[in-house]
Structure formats: structure tokens, C-alpha cells
């Protein structure tokens, strides 16, 4: 499983970014893929994710309304539309793949504790 991040950058507040993973070497029909992110002195967040066995993609509350998880399946691309950005976003998104039906890691405190990770791309959001 490989999987290249790539789209982070700095932002004003109230901006929009857009995170992009490069996946290969798995089958999205087996994983669950999202977005974890870590800022300095917070715990690590699961922040969205999205499978084939779920009915609609996971969400944080601290993002619900203002990030949007899509999955191309013919580029094996998964994008993280970011909008209306908060300086408390500020943080390095990792995309992850982890090898199970649903998103259930995602939700847990913490996020996800296994699977297979990107390197990370840094958020920044400016006020």
C-alpha cells in the first residue's frame, strides 16, 4: 500500500484547500481510506473517511459542513475539499488506508492506530 499526499499549503482564515492522496496497491472495496490530521500539543484526529461499506463518508464534528471526502475511483485518488477554514484546522493531514469494511477506526479517539499511512502534508490557516 503506497499513498502520497499533496495540496497542503498556507491559508487565511475562511479560505479553501484541497488535499489530495495518491493511493495504489490495495483495493478500495477492502479498505477504509481518510484523513487524519495532528496539530502540535493536540491529540491526533480522525477527521473523515470514506468506504464502500459505509452509507455516507465519516465526518469529525469540528469539520461537518465545511470538509467534503470524494474517492476517484479510476485515478485511485482521494481528495479533501477544505473550506471555510479555521486557524484551529492548522495541522498535518495524513491520508490513511486502513484494511477493514467500514470507518469505524476513524471515529475512534485518536483516529486510526494501524493500516498504512502517507507522509503527511502541512495545513496552515493564518488569521
Known amino acids: 500500500v503506497q499513498l502520497v499526499e499533496s495540496g497542503g499549503g498556507l491559508v487565511p482564515a475562511g479560505g479553501s484547500l484541497r488535499l489530495s492522496c495518491a493511493a495504489s496497491?490495495?483495493?478500495?472495496?477492502?479498505?477504509?481510506i481518510g484523513w487524519v490530521r495532528q496539530a502540535p500539543g493536540k491529540e491526533r484526529e480522525g477527521v473523515s473517511c470514506?468506504?464502500?461499506?459505509?452509507?455516507?463518508?465519516y465526518y469529525a464534528d469540528s469539520v461537518k459542513g465545511r470538509f467534503a471526502i470524494s474517492f476517484d475511483d479510476a485515478k485511485n485518488m482521494v481528495y479533501l475539499q477544505m473550506s471555510s477554514l479555521e486557524p484551529e484546522d492548522t495541522a498535518v493531514y495524513y491520508c490513511?488506508?486502513?484494511?477493514?469494511?467500514?470507518?469505524?477506526?476513524?471515529?475512534?479517539?485518536?483516529?486510526?492506530?494501524?493500516?498504512?499511512w502517507g507522509q503527511g502534508t502541512q495545513v496552515t490557516v493564518s488569521s
Open positions: 496497491g490495495f483495493s478500495f472495496d477492502d479498505y477504509a
Open positions: 490513511a488506508a486502513i484494511p477493514v469494511p467500514l470507518c469505524l477506526p476513524f471515529r475512534a479517539p485518536g483516529g486510526p492506530s494501524s493500516g498504512s
Open positions: 470514506i468506504s464502500s461499506n459505509d452509507g455516507s463518508p
